[in-house]
């Protein structure tokens, strides 16, 4: 079991060029979440699903899209790339939102410079 | 909106105690998360509290004031491995995790 994987590992992007991180979950999970984590500002909420079919913003949603075709799949595409984006991004999964521990799960991350 | 306080750094000793502090102001509650992360790696739970008091898992306890919007973590009979980012989470009343800047513990022989 792989538990979440999240490609690529890490990239590097000339600003105005399109982006998808894609993030795949083997758990079964019905939430997904996507996180950016810089230095200082620790991981901030960018998207959220709470079940296949249905999305959410989170605390920083502008510049990204998510979708959510089936339960293991959660990409999130940068249409237009700024170096502001310059970040690390987490996928996490958990079972079911807000339900008792509801304890996430992060990937490895993706390592995503924009210049 | 949220706001979640916790120190940027802190040393100690191999075999020491730290207490790691998280003071939040949220517009909801519904949970605190404690979260360990190791450089470069991704964050692992640790400890979940919705109701004050102390919770014990092995080495690692957390504390949780509602009252007060306060929690800790403690950690005890440090270990090496222990030198990583601790971060504090609060799960607000529409699910979603709020996460402080977080706490960089380094553990010296």
Redesign the interface.
């Known amino acids: 079991i792989a538990g979440i994987t999240q490609a690529p590992t890490s990239q590097i992007l000339a600003a105005g060029r399109r982006m998808t991180l894609r993030c795949t979950q083997d758990m079964r999970h019905n939430a997904m979440y996507w996180y950016r984590q810089d230095l200082g500002l620790g991981l901030r909420l960018i998207h959220y699903s709470n079940t296949a079919g249905t999305t959410g913003k989170g605390e920083v949603p502008d510049g990204y899209s998510v979708s959510r075709a089936n339960t293991d799949d959660f990409p999130l595409t940068l249409a237009s790339a700024v170096p502001s984006q310059t970040s690390v991004y987490f996928c996490a999964s958990s079972e079911v939102a807000g339900i008792g521990a509801d304890t996430q799960y992060f990937g490895p991350g993706t390592r995503l410079t924009v210049l | 909106g949220q706001n979640?306080d916790q120190p940027t750094e802190m040393t100690a000793t191999e075999g020491a105690i730290v207490q790691i502090n998280c003071t939040y102001q949220t517009s909801g509650f519904?949970?605190l998360f404690w979260y360990q992360q190791h450089a470069g790696?991704?964050?692992?739970?640790l400890s979940?509290n919705v109701l004050d008091g102390l919770e014990e898992k092995g080495r690692f306890s957390s504390f949780l004031s509602r009252s007060k919007g306060y929690s800790y973590l403690l950690l005890k009979e440090l270990q090496m491995k222990d030198s990583a980012s601790y971060?504090c989470?609060v799960?607000d009343n529409?699910?979603?995790?709020?996460?402080?800047?977080?706490t960089t513990v380094t553990v010296r022989a």
Request: glycine share 14%.
């Open positions: 979640i519904n949970g790696e991704a964050p692992t739970f979940y971060l989470a799960r529409d699910y979603k995790l709020s996460f402080g800047a977080g």
